[in-house]
């Protein structure tokens, strides 16, 4: 079945560090892939997405490239800042769209020292 | 509200009861999905509504656990005969056509 294999944290990081975050997949076909956060005490967003090979997301200084080849989804922030501490959960969808259910990575924490 | 809304945020019962948990998607959204988060398993994928179809149930864990989703809106999943394995934190998530998941900011239950 599909599955998803991301970095175990916790990770801590100073203030304008370079952040990345491991993901790796497992699916059938070609799945849409997501980078979800969750900050304490808040529920989940959705941070970015790509939806076909070598698609780059982004948002918020984050990136992450869909490489087909290596099944991977690695996320990366060159510089972080306090504020992005949180646990960030890397997941896919198959059937190319978002009209299916996610499956989730085991999640990663992130805490950023000022 | 604009967002994905659920209740009770946080719910407290004693094993054996039978727990309701409510979600109203964000309006116009056809699919809606409940996950469970836990501290062992992650988050896992119990149960997706679409439409009219019929909804895929093959996340839930067992047959004490139930959905519903009333004129293609609200949802309610039940518990029934809670255990102490189920305390977790259920969210629910809603998403239009070939858009991102919305989701709501979850019910803590705990059971005792």
């Known amino acids: 079945g599909d599955s998803v294999t991301q970095m175990e944290g916790p990770v801590t990081l100073s203030e304008e560090a370079f952040l990345t975050i491991n993901c790796t997949y497992t699916a059938t076909g070609y799945p849409s892939l997501f980078w979800y956060v969750q900050y304490p005490g808040e529920g989940l967003q959705l941070l970015l997405k790509a939806t076909k090979a070598d698609d780059k997301g982004s948002n918020k200084g984050f990136e992450a490239t869909y490489r087909k080849e290596t099944t991977s989804f690695h996320l990366e922030k060159g510089s972080v800042q306090v504020s992005d501490s949180a646990v960030y959960f890397c997941?896919?969808?198959?059937?190319?769209?978002?009209?299916?259910?996610?499956?989730f990575g085991k999640g990663t924490l992130l805490t950023v020292n000022p | 509200g604009a967002g994905v809304s659920q209740s009770p945020s946080n719910k407290v019962t004693e094993k054996g009861k039978d727990v309701e948990l409510r979600c109203d998607p964000i309006s116009g959204h056809t699919a809606l999905y409940w996950y469970r988060q836990s501290l062992g398993q992650g988050l896992e994928f119990l149960i997706y509504?679409?439409?009219?179809?019929?909804?895929?149930k093959s996340g839930l864990p067992s047959d004490r656990f139930s959905a519903e989703r009333t004129g293609g809106s609200v949802s309610t999943l039940t518990i029934q005969r809670t255990q102490q394995e189920d305390s977790a934190v259920y969210l629910c998530?809603?998403?239009?056509?070939?858009?991102?998941?919305?989701f709501g900011d979850g019910t803590r239950l705990s059971i005792l």
């Open positions: 998530a809603s998403s239009g056509n070939n858009q991102p998941q919305h």
């Open positions: 509504f679409q439409g009219n179809s019929a909804p895929d």
């Open positions: 997941a896919l969808s198959r059937s190319g769209g978002s009209n299916y259910k996610l499956t």
